[in-house]
């Protein structure tokens, strides 16, 4: 009798033509192929989604946690961290809210972060994304114009959140987003224009929408340079917006609203309370209209904290205890070229004060180190040294050398 010929069950190859068969029940079988393929799809239906989705009230991390996992990265900043940790924890706590009798449905609360350049505002937002389960992105409110002006349209953003989750638009629609630098579109002024203010309150009309919670739809490709592709529609209900800028000049503001009451007694002994080196600690929504954010955005920002002021001590800390710190990054870039990097500690304390002197923030500590040492790791690879000492002396003459008194700012 002759032997029956073996056939896959879901391509009709049969044995001779396939490298082997994986048997199931009742004869079905099925080549090696067919099941790499459906794998694949499984695997392409499945990524993200059953995290993304199905998450559980044990999985998420607490408001103490997360700001504990915030402590190992950036220093200080204990306010805006509380704001941010819970503001996260009640985004999972919405996500996985159910429907009931009471008719109370959880509401988002967006956030707004002030504070000045090269204190943190970045940093906390790239930071928290690395703890989360949902989507996050950061964008930059300085690219964005109206639709139809040159620049991206504010739908960008979405597509940008679209592509981190792998464009599952469930998953997209439970994610988190960062804009930063949102002062840059606060209005030009309030004088009447012959001209639009395309990347001022045009911007900011334009994220209304986006922040409030609507169905917008989105060119899966950004921009809308391809009139012909289809459009997804994301809903923006469930959807966490982060909001962070400088805000340079808004001290001003501050002061102006703080100095209004000076009649009285009492109002003299408030205005002797107020520290005047953190104005910022005192901003309220009123400073960000005069500043020239427009009412309905300040509306649908409702969650408004500060950065502090870094201080001689923070930027010292900043300098070597983080866990990415600037000195473990150049550490570890000389240790791959076997070369021990040691800074004194005097060193460290002149990159500091330099930092202060011109007024950069934390950012200005990676640029004033990237100054000193920049001689060497430039020498350094070619020698057969081992170790690289970075005295006061040879810092100072770095520095003097150079032209960083152009990064001074008056």
């Known amino acids: 009798m002759a032997k029956s010929i073996k056939h896959c069950s879901f391509c009709g190859r049969p044995e001779s ?8 029940q009742d004869g079905v079988h099925i080549c090696n192929e067919c099941a790499v393929q459906a794998a694949e799809i499984v695997k392409e239906n499945t990524t993200g989604k059953s995290n993304l989705l199905n998450l559980h009230k044990d999985q998420v991390p607490k408001p103490i946690e997360i700001k504990h996992f915030l402590d190992q990265y950036v220093i200080g900043q204990d306010e805006a961290k509380k704001f941010l940790s819970v503001a996260v924890y009640n985004h999972y706590k919405r996500l996985m809210q159910e429907k009931t009798n009471d008719d109370v449905e959880i509401e988002k609360s967006n956030i707004i972060m002030v504070g000045y350049t090269g204190t943190g505002k970045t940093l906390l937002a790239r930071t ?12 930059d409110a300085t690219v964005l114009t109206e639709a139809g002006y040159v620049g991206e349209d504010i739908e960008s953003i979405l597509t940008r959140l679209l592509q981190v989750a792998d464009y599952d638009v469930k998953a997209a629609e439970r994610g988190i987003v960062f804009i930063d630098e949102i002062d840059k ?5 309030d004088n009447p224009s012959i001209t639009r203010d395309v990347s001022g309150e045009g911007v900011q009309q334009g994220l209304l929408k986006l922040l409030e919670g609507s169905v917008v739809n989105v060119p899966p490709q950004g921009g809308r340079k391809h009139p012909d592709q289809k459009m997804i529609a994301v809903n923006t209900q469930n959807i966490l917006f982060i909001c962070g800028g400088a805000f340079d ?3 001003k503001k501050i002061a102006s609203r703080l100095n209004t009451r ?7 002994l408030e205005n002797e309370q107020v520290d005047k080196n953190n104005l910022l600690q005192y901003i309220a929504p009123q400073d960000l209209k005069s500043f020239g954010l427009i009412p309905e955005i300040i509306g649908r920002l409702p969650i408004l904290t500060y950065l502090e002021p870094l201080d001689r001590h923070a930027l010292r800390r900043i300098l070597t205890e983080p866990k990415n710190s600037i000195i473990k990054q150049y550490t570890k870039l000389f240790k791959m070229d076997q070369i021990d990097l040691v800074f004194e500690d005097e060193v460290l304390d002149y990159i500091v004060d330099k ?10 500590l990676r640029s004033i180190t990237e100054t000193i040492i920049m001689d060497k790791m430039y020498e350094m690879p070619s020698k057969n040294e081992q170790k690289l000492h970075i005295t006061l002396d040879y810092a100072q003459s770095k520095i003097e050398k150079t032209n960083i008194n152009r990064l001074k700012i008056a």
């Open 17 to 24: 033509q396939v490298e082997f068969f994986i048997m199931g």
């Open 128 to 139: 928290i994304a690395k703890k989360l389960h949902v989507p996050f992105t950061i964008v």
């Open 185 to 189: 579109i606060a209005r030009k002024g």
């Open 249 to 251: 000049g808004i001290e």
């Open 262 to 268: 000076v009649v009285g007694y009492n109002a003299a």
């Open 355 to 364: 930092a202060i002197e011109f007024k950069l923030g934390a950012r200005g």
